[in-house]
Structure formats: C-alpha cells, structure tokens
C-alpha cells in the first residue's frame, strides 16, 4: 500500500516498471491495427502520391507532378465545386432543421417519444436503401413531381416537372434532399441532448426580467447550446466534405459529373482508372482542406462560443 | 424542481401554441416516414401497377420478395454481413478495451505520447488510407475475402478513446485493493473494471454495430465477387443491374433494412444513448 501511494503522490504520470510489460501486452492487438492500417497506411499514401503508381504498382518517384496535375483537371475542379456546393447547402439546413425539431421535441408535448422514434428512424437506416426510395421518389413522373405538379395546379401555377436525377441543375439538390433526410435526426437527438442540459432557472430568470419567447431563445438557449452547434458544426463539414454513398447510389455522380463529390472521383481515379498515385494526391488535397477548416474554425469558435466556466 | 429541470422538458405551452406544435410534428413524422411507407407499398405491387398509380388491394402480393430472392444471392449478403458485423463488433471493443485499460489504469513509459499519437490520427480522413488499406490488404492475400472485411476494421482510435475516458473514471482504489489481493492486471480488467462498464460497452457495441452493418466504400472496394458482398454492396450493385425494377429494388430495400429497423425500435434509446455519448465525448 504504502508503495501504491507513494507513486500515485508523485503525479499520475509516473510509470511503474513492473506493469511496464503487462501493459505492452494489453496494447499489442491494438497496436498492431494502428500501426498496420493507420501510419503505415498514411506513409504509403503520401509516398504513392508523390509517385507515379498506376496498374504496375511503384514506377518512379514523381515528386509534386500528380498534385499539379490534379490542379490542371478540369473533372477535380469541378468535384471540388460540387463538394463546396454540398457543404454550403447541407450544413446550415441540417442544423437548422435539426435545431427546429429539437425545439419543438424538448416542449411538454404528447408523443415526443414517438416523434423522435421516427425523426431518428432514417439515421440508422442503411444509406443505400434510402437513396433507392430516393430516386423512385424523385424520378421525373414519381410522387415528389407529381405532388408538386397538383399543388402548383391548385394555385394556378404553370408548372414543369424537374428532372431531378438526370439535369446538372437538379441532381446536387437530389443529393442534399437525401442526405437532409437521413441526417436531420441525428442533429436533433444532439441538440436534443444540449437543450435538455440547459437550466431552468436560466428560464426562470429571464421571465422574471420580462423575456419573451424570443429574447429567451436568443439570450438563453442559443448561446448555452452553442458549444453544441460548434461540434456539429465542425463533424457534419467534415462529414460533407466526405459524401460519397448518396451520391454514388443515387446519381452515380452524374449527369455529366454534376454531382460527383471529390471522395467518388478518388474512388473512381483509384478503383477505375487505376491511378492510386493521382487518387492520393487528392485525398491529401482533401485532408489538408479539412485540417485548414477544423483549425480555422476553432480560431473562430473564441467568438461566438460560449462557454460556462469562462 | 429545480433538480428536475435537467430531464424535464418547458413549461406547458397554451392550447393553441401545443395544437399548431403538434400538427408540425405530424407534418414531420409524415415526412420521414414517407420513404419508408413508400418502400413498403411498392415492394407489394408489381411495378406495372405502381406506375399506373393502382393501389387495389388485390393487387398486393409478396411476388417481388419472391423475385428478389431469386434473382439475388440475399441470403449470402446477410450471412456476409452478420459474419462481418458480429466479429467486427465484438473484436474491435474487445481490442479496444484491452488498450483503453492500459492506456487508462496502468502506468507505463510512453502512455501520454503513444496516447497522443493515436488521438492525432482522428483527424485523417477516410480517403486517405482507403488506398493503401486495399494495397495492403491485397499484398496479403485477402483481396475479395472475408478477412479484407474484418481485420482492417478491428482497429477504431474513437471506440478506445470512449473507453478510456470512462475506465479513467472509475476509482483506482479498486484496482489497487485487487493487486493487493494479488490479482493480475488481467484479472481487474476482466472482473473489476470490464463489470463496471456494462452500460458503455453495451452503447458503444450498438454504435460500433449500426456502423459496420451499414459500412459502404471499405467492403465495395475490398470485394468483387457477388459471392462476397455485403448487404448495403449487393443492394447498390442490385440498382445497377436493374435501375427500374421498382418493385423488386423495394423489396430489396426492405430485407435490407427490416433487422435494423427491428433492432432499432426495440433498443431505440441505447441507440440515441450512443449517438449522445460519440457527441458528448469531448465536453
């Protein structure tokens, strides 16, 4: 004992010889994995995408040659586009729509159990069904067209029925309604999570000042949730920044690459045309862009964050 | 009440506020339930019917099930896929509780560095060591098995992290009283510290679970045979064979889905405990 606490006196820090090896063990099968799958992995890609590695696997060592060849493809130009595309669409209205249901799921409301049973349903529904539904729902004379064709009838409106699937001006949106679908409830049971942590006599103290429904949500709700909307924020981008199955299944990226996201052309430079080295060097470009945003926004988070030990 | 105020929702709204509430959430729950009611009712029609907007009753039958399973090796994408699900699940927290023991109860040269080093490697995207995870995988022979699906996953940095966190948690006393009673670390890992964390374990196998069922680039780029692919990989090949087949692709989607969505509804609220914990990790 007196040996036990003596070295738990000096810090927690301080290692012990005799579990030196027992601990080594417990890591070994995990060690393994990481080393294997992970760095290893990480070396290879960046040492592929400084290479010229295509059907023959390793030819020579290129140096930045696929990185500014990437930067001369139209097609990756054109990816990165759409991926930008998918986060300044997807990311806001996600949060939105999450924050919204989240609102109205934390009100002393019949149902609620049931409501958030279904609101959650599409989360853990395998994405390549709900892009399967998504394309009949979608397709030129399927429901979504012809719902909308009655309203606009009702109201007068001329109306042409959008070809969702298979018009570049459509198809990114095709992806975002997917996406919108299956990912709203996860942000909600997140919010959810956060609004049921906020205290009521937070509440209490603004009636008691005179606050209306808004300024409560302005002044109380919106700034303790925000550490909230800050993760959120940074998982879906890093989340968009990624997309891949939707549109993969949904409009195979097409028409005319409109809606291909940079992860699919990474798939399809590797696994198609057999360009691992160019494949890699976009999944750097990809990294690096993720790493830039995540860094630029916890710079920012100082702003509008709020944090209650502060 | 004050005491409550955490698990308590607001305040009862006034009537008209709860009854324009409630429409809304009607409104939304019909919307999110569409897809999966549409899924349902033309995976009972024949596709001829559904596109002429037929919807008698005699004209549901389970003909497109039965096509389906004809047409598609269904069965062979379950086995797949529970064979990769139930090991993934079981080997990766099982790893990653051995590590998260060491890395959170025992004191040994390097812990902080080694630890960093992992927790660093959660910023590196998917895409990144998709390439060379085949080229490995490959190099050792198990290119289109089922080990290219398993063993690469049976390593997670997050599912370690999360246990760590919560081993940190739990009073070192208690290893200490057992290493007086001369128990091995073996020993407290599998009977102090494993025991005590029988709700984070059960979370974390549900998230780990709903993950690897549902997992779509890794098992589509390490297969190729019809014969080894998963259920979400056999479904999107499905739609590339037969992009209209309307009523067989539902029904398809519906084997797909109906053992999550089972699961799902019996234990919905691990899964939303899950979800929660993987979101409330770092406060």
Same mark, same amino acid.
């Given at each position: 004992m007196s040996t036990d606490t003596r070295v738990r006196a000096r810090g927690?820090?301080?290692? =012990?010889p005799d579990q030196q090896w027992e601990a080594y063990l417990f890591l070994v099968p995990s060690f393994l994995g990481f080393f294997v799958f992970v760095v290893l992995a990480v070396l290879m890609s960046l040492g592929i995408s400084f290479s010229d590695w295509g059907l023959t696997g390793w030819k020579a060592f290129v140096g930045l040659r696929n990185y500014q060849a990437l930067l001369r493809d139209p097609v990756f130009w054109q990816t990165a586009s759409n991926t930008v595309f998918y986060i300044v669409t997807i990311v806001p209205l996600q949060l939105l729509i999450g924050l919204a249901m989240a609102l109205a799921l934390?009100?002393?409301? =019949? +149902?609620r159990i049931f409501y958030r049973l279904v609101y959650f349903m599409p989360v853990v529904t395998t994405i390549v069904a709900g892009a399967i539904v998504f394309r009949l729902l979608l397709s030129t004379n399927g429901p979504l067209n012809e719902l909308l064709g009655n309203a606009a009838g009702l109201l007068g409106i001329p109306f042409s029925a959008p070809n969702w699937l298979g018009s570049s001006d459509y198809s990114k949106w095709a992806v975002v309604i997917l996406t919108l679908w299956k990912n709203a409830g996860f942000t909600m049971v997140v919010y959810l999570a956060a609004l049921q942590g906020v205290p009521q006599e937070l509440y209490d103290a603004a009636n008691t000042d005179g606050a209306g429904p808004w300024q409560r949500f302005w002044n109380v709700t919106l700034p303790l949730i925000s550490p909230t909307t800050f993760f959120l924020l940074v998982l879906q981008l890093i989340g968009a920044f990624q997309l891949f199955t939707e549109p993969f299944v949904m409009? =195979? +990226? +097409?028409?005319?690459? !409109? !809606?291909?996201s940079v992860v699919q052309y990474i798939y399809l430079t590797a696994f =198609?045309?057999?360009r691992m080295d160019k494949a890699s060097a976009m999944a750097w470009f990809l990294f690096i862009f993720i790493f830039a945003f995540t860094l630029l926004q916890n710079r920012l988070q100082q702003r509008w964050v709020y944090y209650e030990s502060e | 009440m004050s005491q409550n105020s955490a698990v308590q929702p607001q305040q009862q709204l006034r009537l008209p506020a709860r009854l324009a509430l409630q429409v809304a959430l009607l409104l939304g729950a019909l919307l999110m339930l569409t897809p999966f009611l549409v899924m349902l009712v033309v995976s009972l029609l024949p596709t001829q019917a559904f596109l002429a907007r037929d919807f008698a009753p005699s004209g549901f039958s389970l003909a497109n099930y039965f096509a389906t399973f004809e047409q598609v090796p269904f069965l062979r994408y379950y086995l797949n896929s529970t064979i990769v699900t139930v090991s993934v699940t079981l080997l990766q927290i099982l790893i990653a509780s051995l590590a998260a023991f060491a890395f959170a109860r025992l004191r040994f040269r390097g812990r902080e560095t080694l630890f960093l080093f992992y927790l660093a490697t959660?910023?590196?995207?998917f895409p990144v060591t998709l390439i060379p995870n085949f080229l490995i995988v490959k190099s050792l022979g198990?290119?289109?098995?089922?080990w290219a699906l398993i063993v690469p996953s049976l390593f997670s940095v997050f599912s370690t992290f999360l246990l760590r966190q919560y081993y940190r948690g739990i009073p070192i006393d208690l290893d200490e009283a057992a290493r007086m009673d001369g128990a091995s670390s073996l020993r407290i890992w599998a009977q102090v510290i494993v025991p005590l964390s029988g709700p984070v374990l059960a979370t974390l196998a549900i998230f780990v679970f709903q993950g690897t069922w549902n997992e779509f680039l890794w098992p589509l780029v390490a297969t190729t045979s019809e014969n080894m692919r998963t259920i979400p990989v056999g479904l999107a090949a499905f739609v590339g064979q037969y992009s209209t087949a309307w009523g067989q692709l539902m029904a398809g989607s519906v084997i797909a889905l109906l053992p999550v969505l089972i699961i799902y509804v019996l234990g919905q609220n691990w899964f939303v405990k899950g979800i929660t914990l993987s979101g409330m990790g770092g406060r």
């Open positions: 927690a820090f301080r290692w =012990r934390n009100q002393a409301i =019949r +149902g409009t =195979r +990226g +097409g028409p005319a690459n !409109s !809606s291909l =198609r045309d057999i | 959660l910023m590196i995207p198990w290119y289109d098995t089922l």
